[in-house]
C-alpha cells in the first residue's frame, strides 16, 4: 500500500469503476468543476483545438471519443469545427462508453444544445455507442480519421487492448489523442497536488457523492498511471508513429499524440 490506500484488483477495479460513473453520471459534470477548479475545461479546450487543424476539420472528418461519457470533447469537436469552417459538410463524432448511465447524460446534454435529435432518420452529427475500449468489435478496420479520448484511459484494464484498438479502427493518417492525468515533475506543485488530490478529492466525493472508497480509487489510478515517457512508449508499441505529449498544468495532465502511417 502507498498513501494507505489498498491495491485493488481487476475485478475490484472493474466494479468501483462501474459505480462510480453510474453513481455520479448525473452529477458528473458539477463534480469535474467542483474537483479541478473548472480548469478541466480549459483543458479539453486545449485538447480539441489541437486536434482540429489535423483531423481534417471541414471535409466530413469522422471521429470517435472513446470512454466519451456524458459528451464533453463530442461538443467541443462539433462546435469549433463547425465555427472554423462553416461551410463545408460536418464533422461526425461518435461517442463511445462503456457506461450506459454517462451516454444517456450525453444524450439528454446533445439534445439541450441541439446537436441531436433522438430516433430521427436525419443523419446526425453525433452518435452515442455503448462499448468497451478494450474491444471494439462494432467498428471496422481504418473508418476513423482521429480518435480521442479523454481521462478515460486509465480507467481501462488492459491499456495496450485499448491502444491497439485504437490503431486498427484508424485510417491510415489518422490521429490518436489522449488526455489524462499525468505525472508533475516540479517537486513544489507535485506536493501541493498530492496534499490536494490525496485529501480534498475524497473529502469531496463523500461530501457530494457519498462515497468516499471510490473518489480515493479515481486518485489512486492517477498515481499508477504510467508517466508521460513511459506511456508514448506504450503508444508506440500499439503502432503509433511521430508519437509525442505535451504537459498541460506543469503535467498535472498531458496530451499524448500519435499517428497511425
Ligand atoms: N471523456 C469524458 C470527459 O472527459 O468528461 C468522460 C471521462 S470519465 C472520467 C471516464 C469515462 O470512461 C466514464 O464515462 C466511464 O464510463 C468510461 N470508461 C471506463 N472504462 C471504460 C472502458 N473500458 N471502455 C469505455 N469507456 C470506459
Given at each position: 500500500?502507498?498513501?494507505?490506500?489498498?491495491?485493488?484488483?481487476?475485478?475490484?477495479?472493474?466494479?468501483?469503476?462501474g459505480?462510480?460513473?453510474?453513481?455520479?453520471?448525473?452529477?458528473?459534470?458539477?463534480?469535474?468543476?467542483?474537483?479541478?477548479?473548472?480548469l478541466?475545461?480549459?483543458?479539453?479546450?486545449?485538447?480539441?483545438?489541437?486536434?482540429?487543424?489535423?483531423?481534417?476539420?471541414?471535409?466530413?472528418?469522422?471521429?470517435?471519443?472513446?470512454?466519451?461519457?456524458?459528451?464533453?470533447?463530442?461538443?467541443?469537436?462539433?462546435?469549433?469545427?463547425?465555427?472554423?469552417?462553416?461551410?463545408?459538410?460536418?464533422?461526425?463524432?461518435?461517442?463511445?462508453?462503456?457506461?450506459?448511465?454517462?451516454?444517456?447524460?450525453?444524450?439528454?446534454?446533445?439534445?439541450?444544445?441541439?446537436?441531436?435529435?433522438?430516433?430521427?432518420?436525419?443523419?446526425?452529427?453525433?452518435?452515442f455507442?455503448?462499448?468497451?475500449?478494450?474491444?471494439?468489435?462494432?467498428?471496422?478496420?481504418?473508418?476513423?480519421?482521429?480518435?480521442t479520448?479523454?481521462?478515460?484511459?486509465?480507467n481501462?484494464?488492459?491499456?495496450?487492448r485499448?491502444?491497439?484498438?485504437?490503431?486498427?479502427?484508424?485510417?491510415?493518417?489518422?490521429?490518436?489523442?489522449c488526455?489524462?492525468?499525468?505525472?508533475?515533475?516540479?517537486?513544489?506543485?507535485k506536493?501541493?497536488?498530492?496534499?490536494?488530490?490525496?485529501?480534498?478529492?475524497?473529502?469531496?466525493?463523500?461530501?457530494?457523492?457519498?462515497?468516499?472508497?471510490?473518489?480515493?480509487?479515481?486518485?489512486?489510478?492517477?498515481?499508477?498511471?504510467?508517466?508521460?515517457?513511459t506511456?508514448?512508449?506504450?503508444?508506440?508499441?500499439?503502432?503509433?508513429?511521430?508519437?509525442s505529449?505535451?504537459?498541460?498544468?506543469?503535467?498535472?495532465v498531458?496530451?499524448?499524440?500519435?499517428?497511425?502511417?
Amino acid at each position: 500500500t502507498h498513501f494507505g490506500f489498498r491495491d485493488v484488483d481487476v475485478a475490484e477495479k472493474e466494479q468501483l469503476v462501474g459505480r462510480v460513473f453510474h453513481s455520479v453520471a448525473e452529477q458528473y459534470d458539477v463534480m469535474n468543476d467542483l474537483m479541478s477548479g473548472t480548469l478541466h475545461r480549459v483543458w479539453k479546450d486545449q485538447f480539441v483545438s489541437q486536434l482540429l487543424p489535423l483531423c481534417g476539420a471541414g471535409y466530413g472528418a469522422k471521429t470517435i471519443d472513446v470512454a466519451g461519457g456524458t459528451g464533453d470533447i463530442a461538443f467541443r469537436i462539433v462546435r469549433e469545427s463547425k465555427a472554423a469552417s462553416p461551410a463545408d459538410p460536418p464533422v461526425q463524432v461518435t461517442v463511445c462508453d462503456i457506461n450506459s448511465s454517462m451516454l444517456h447524460v450525453g444524450e439528454e446534454r446533445a439534445r439541450d444544445l441541439g446537436l441531436y435529435t433522438p430516433g430521427s432518420d436525419a443523419p446526425q452529427q453525433l452518435r452515442f455507442v455503448e462499448g468497451n475500449a478494450e474491444t471494439l468489435p462494432q467498428f471496422e478496420d481504418n473508418s476513423f480519421d482521429a480518435y480521442t479520448i479523454a481521462f478515460g484511459i486509465r480507467n481501462v484494464t488492459h491499456i495496450d487492448r485499448a491502444l491497439r484498438e485504437a490503431h486498427r479502427i484508424l485510417k491510415p493518417g489518422g490521429r490518436f489523442m489522449c488526455l489524462e492525468f499525468s505525472h508533475v515533475a516540479n517537486p513544489v506543485l507535485k506536493n501541493i497536488y498530492e496534499q490536494y488530490s490525496f485529501h480534498a478529492i475524497p473529502a469531496i466525493g463523500q461530501f457530494i457523492a457519498n462515497d468516499r472508497d471510490a473518489y480515493q480509487y479515481l486518485v489512486e489510478s492517477i498515481r499508477k498511471f504510467p508517466d508521460q515517457r513511459t506511456f508514448e512508449r506504450m503508444i508506440r508499441e500499439a503502432g503509433f508513429s511521430a508519437v509525442s505529449h505535451q504537459n498541460l498544468t506543469g503535467g498535472i495532465v498531458a496530451i499524448h499524440s500519435g499517428f497511425k502511417l
